[in-house]
């Protein structure tokens, strides 16, 4: 059977790292640092994720600024207000909370975050950055599965690693950050999509496997090359009956089949997703540390 890589427990000495120097640069006279999260309208799922970062951010010592906005706000107003966040000195980091809803342009909002403050990682200077190996905020998501990987002492350097996904959120970033001249990088990444037809030729190839494409355990144990380590990213609801609220959680990979033939796994829940709030709370510490 695999081995489980425990996201959760990961994500908690990163963050316990994170709060020990916060407590001892704020003990020494500076402000604590703050994250503005910005959330338009009621969708349950955002609402969740939203939770989650302010309890992390209590943990860790950041101020948390919840600033929730009717989902009729219009764009204008939205950035407005963005607009002032990034011209306020105490604000180090700034959120706004994705998807928005359907009548606000997300690029031109995430365009309009002042990118010394996109702790998220999504503005195209963060990514641009990224690309070309300057340092800058980088995505949450992705830089949390390569931290994941790299303190639960998997090697990347020399390895085979396929993405199946290619989205500007997970897919793209992280195969630059697999590719960097790094330790945390030097990987050879294949980045698999809709189009690539048979994905088996390729995942059956690859060292380390990574499913990024939000359908329910399309990945199956056929696919996995022995050994491999898999690392699931894939969060979605299938109808459970037996369960009070209806639904499960399941990942991109089919996880009892996979395990029988992995090295290393990651669950879901409890995987990839605590490293993406942890790495929130790292790009909002590192921005407050720039403005000593």
């Not at 994720?49 to 860790?60: S, W």
């Amino acid at each position: 059977m695999a081995k489980i890589i425990d996201g959760k427990a990961t994500a908690a000495s990163l963050r316990e790292e994170l709060k020990m120097q916060v407590h001892r640069d704020v003990s020494s006279g500076m402000r604590s640092p703050v994250l503005a999260v910005v959330l338009v309208g009621n969708d349950p799922a955002s609402v969740s994720y939203v939770t989650g970062k302010h309890k992390a951010c209590d943990e860790v010592g950041i101020v948390s600024r919840d600033m929730h906005l009717e989902a009729s706000t219009d764009e204008a107003e939205l950035l407005r207000l963005v607009d002032e966040l990034n011209r306020d000195a105490g604000v180090d980091g700034i959120l706004v909370q994705l998807p928005l809803p359907p009548h606000i342009n997300e690029d031109r909002v995430v365009l309009s975050i002042a990118p010394e403050k996109d702790v998220d990682g999504f503005h195209p200077v963060s990514l641009g950055k990224l690309m070309i190996g300057m340092a800058g905020f980088l995505p949450c998501t992705p830089n949390g599965i390569v931290e994941l990987m790299v303190r639960n002492s998997i090697t990347l350097e020399g390895k085979h690693v396929c993405i199946v996904g290619r989205s500007n959120i997970v897919g793209k970033p992280l195969a630059n950050l697999l590719l960097a001249k790094s330790p945390r990088g030097n990987a050879t990444v294949t980045v698999c999509h809709s189009r690539s037809g048979d994905l088996s030729r390729y995942t059956r190839e690859a060292d380390i496997l990574i499913a990024a494409v939000g359908k329910p355990q399309v990945i199956t144990a056929e696919m996995i090359k022995p050994g491999a380590v898999v690392i699931d990213v894939g969060v979605n609801r299938v109808d459970d009956s037996s369960k009070k609220r209806g639904y499960r959680l399941v990942g991109d990979v089919d996880f009892e089949g996979a395990c029988a033939v992995a090295s290393m796994i990651t669950p879901v829940p409890g995987g990839v997703g605590p490293m993406t709030i942890a790495m929130l709370m790292h790009n909002t510490v590192t921005s407050w540390k720039r403005c000593r």
